[in-house]
């Protein structure tokens, strides 16, 4: 993930001089990371003392870390969604915050199935910025020269919508992407990128994509790092190069670009990079007609050094195809961040996928620790309560006193009005940086399947089941097992559903009812998966594949062959493991997809009335998207 400029450079300007006062930050905030960590809940409390939240918890004005622990409860998103509510509704008032609160950043969490709205406030962004600009200082140290040359990223803005009270709700990254911080950066040489402003800001995603990959092959042998914020993104773009290089080399040999791309300002920015180059254009024409794209990325890029991806939690289902993509180039992770909070760096980035780790930054938020209990020691079976009660609370530990090994629930307490915020993330100490601890990326607790941003836990799945269910009841059909599986190998990806049925009559069903079945499950899923379907095309459609019968018999005693025992066995609800997914697969008798989209439109359900012209505008957005 690209780092945030710095606001300005004076005409001595030492790119060795910042990079040291940089990583000198470093080392101060983490050889005393419990002061810092003092300091700053000192200064939120302070500022926020006569907003409304503290002041109904009983807070009264008191700034010190053990009154504040004694009396502020450990909270969900869904315990301060009434005061979101009312802010997103217009109400003024400090309610979370002193500061006004400026815009909600959409978090890729739901609740009730519509996207959480994290409050932030004008400040944030300069938080935001500090974080960033510590990722190459500390890249520089593991491979230097990074400054001669660009990076291609592949960024891209997601829909916006306006809350009934006139507040813009958005993701963290097209928040970003759309302030001044970004657009109006001044010259650095690490946010020297292929990708001009107009082209990650087209909100068309064909548009976008191409236009970006276009200007990266126009600048190929500037490259010297390649990404996107997550793997999946990375893997579509090198996969809509896989289906549009013909055009893009026409682009090139013509120096004209394809009449598909309308946006005008792309169009304008693009033909300022543009020029004939027939010589460049066989290059790439004669590399991608090979039958075998393994290495295309050093093929085409040749001067990449590594792939700036997340390849963690959920995203290290894509490490094998970029591995296959970049001949084994690096693959990058530089920061952790949410839409909560920016929380950390990962001091080590040349360091293996599954060695990952980031040290937390004790100023950007207040933090503390939930010890984590697995459940027998199931790898995804995490004991998280959902309500605390006072010993659990209790077990809540700062920064400077968790233990190596030990995993923890993320809690975070931020400037913009979150107070004993539990984030959902469980991470585990691995090590240590000074004083300040290092942490890997567990999971997100509760997940099940996700193939991009999205998050579909167990008992959404469950539901969504139960829901498409009902159409098998006239031919007296049930499902009797079922489990599921993100299914990475199709670009995008999608979710696979593996269904054992129980039939009380030989009376066929039709292929259209299981297609109804797929579409049942798709609207009953949260607004982040249908946002990834409709909108952003970076999840392909479901897929419902019918098992022999016996077929879960046969799963449970593989499981028991492993050593799973037979009284506490019970049918996953996800599966991961290779040797599982190839026993279910040889047992699929028929399958069927999704016919088509599920509904989807930008913004809350209860915010439609008050977005009538804005839905109709995204109405029409998806009807005309085109697949990427």
């Known amino acids: 993930m690209p780092e945030a400029p710095k606001n300005s450079y004076p005409s001595d300007y030492s790119l060795d001089e910042m990079n040291k006062k940089k990583l000198e930050f470093i080392e101060n905030v983490t050889s005393n990371p419990d002061e810092v960590q003092k300091k700053v809940l000192s200064e939120i409390l302070l500022r926020n003392a006569h907003v409304e939240y503290l002041q109904r918890n009983g807070l009264n004005g008191h700034t010190d870390r053990e009154s504040f622990k004694k009396i502020m409860p450990v909270i969900t998103y869904e315990d301060i969604q009434a005061d979101i509510n009312r802010i997103a509704n217009g109400d003024t008032s400090p309610i979370l915050c002193s500061k006004p609160i400026s815009e909600f950043l959409t978090s890729s969490g739901t609740s009730g199935g519509e996207r959480k709205l994290m409050p932030t406030i004008e400040e944030e962004l300069e938080r935001r910025s500090l974080l960033y600009s510590l990722l190459m200082p500390v890249m520089s140290q593991f491979i230097p020269g990074l400054d001669k040359g660009k990076g291609m990223y592949f960024l891209f803005i997601k829909s916006e919508a306006k809350t009934p009270g006139g507040l813009v709700a958005r993701p963290v990254l097209t928040s970003y992407y759309k302030s001044c911080h970004f657009k109006e950066r001044p010259y650095d040489p690490y946010t020297n990128y292929t990708s001009p402003n107009e082209t990650i800001l087209c909100p068309d995603s064909y548009q976008s994509m191409y236009s970006q990959l276009l200007c990266g092959l126009c600048q190929n042998k500037e490259v010297l790092r390649v990404g996107a914020v997550f793997a999946s ?87 094998p195809i970029l591995d296959y993509y970049s001949n084994g180039l690096p693959l990058v992770c530089t920061m952790y961040a949410s839409s909560e909070c920016y929380f950390g760096v990962n001091l080590n980035p040349l360091c293996k996928p599954s060695e990952v780790s980031y040290t937390l930054v004790p100023t950007m938020a207040y933090f503390e620790f939930l010890p984590v209990h697995r459940n027998n020691g199931v790898a995804n079976s995490i004991s998280m309560p ?139 899923l949260n607004s982040v998966y249908r946002q990834g379907r409709v909108c952003d095309k970076s999840i392909g459609p479901l897929e419902i594949k019918i098992v022999e019968p016996g077929t879960f018999d046969k799963l449970m005693d593989y499981a028991i062959s492993l050593g799973a025992s037979i009284n506490q066995y019970k049918t996953p609800r996800c599966v991961k493991f290779a040797p599982i997914i190839e026993l279910l697969n040889s047992r699929v008798v028929s399958n069927y997809f999704s016919p088509k989209c599920p509904k989807w439109v930008a913004g809350h359900k209860q915010w439609s009335s008050n977005n009538n012209k804005a839905t109709t505008r995204i109405e029409e957005m998806n009807g005309k998207a085109q697949t990427v």
């Open 386 to 524: 959902k309500s605390l009660n006072e010993k659990e609370r209790q077990e809540l530990v700062d920064l400077v006193d968790v233990k190596l090994g030990q995993e923890y629930e993320l809690v975070v307490t931020t400037y913009a009005g979150l107070y004993r915020y539990r984030v959902g993330d469980v991470l585990r100490v691995a090590g240590f940086k000074n004083k300040a601890p290092q942490f890997n990326f567990i999971c997100r607790k509760n997940v099940v399947l996700s193939i991009d941003s999205d998050k579909t836990d167990e008992v959404e799945l469950q539901n969504a089941v139960k829901n498409a269910v009902n159409h098998l009841v006239p031919f007296d059909a049930a499902v009797s097992e079922y489990t599921s599986y993100a299914d990475t190998t199709t670009v995008p990806g999608h979710y696979v559903l593996y269904w054992e049925l129980s039939l009380s009559r030989t009376t066929p069903i039709p292929p259209s009812v299981f297609e109804d079945c797929c579409l049942t499950i798709e609207e009953s």
């Open 233 to 319: 993104g990375f893997i579509r773009a090198i996969r809509f190069l896989e289906k549009h290089w013909p055009l893009v080399v026409k682009d090139i040999r013509t120096g004209t670009i394809d009449s598909q791309i309308t946006d005008p300002s792309v169009r304008d920015a693009v033909m300022k990079i543009l020029k004939p180059d027939p010589k460049l254009a066989d290059f790439i024409e004669n590399e991608c007609r090979k039958d075998c794209w393994q290495g295309i990325i050093t093929r085409l890029w040749p001067n990449t050094k590594y792939v700036d991806v997340i390849v963690t939690g959920t995203m290290s289902q894509y490490i």
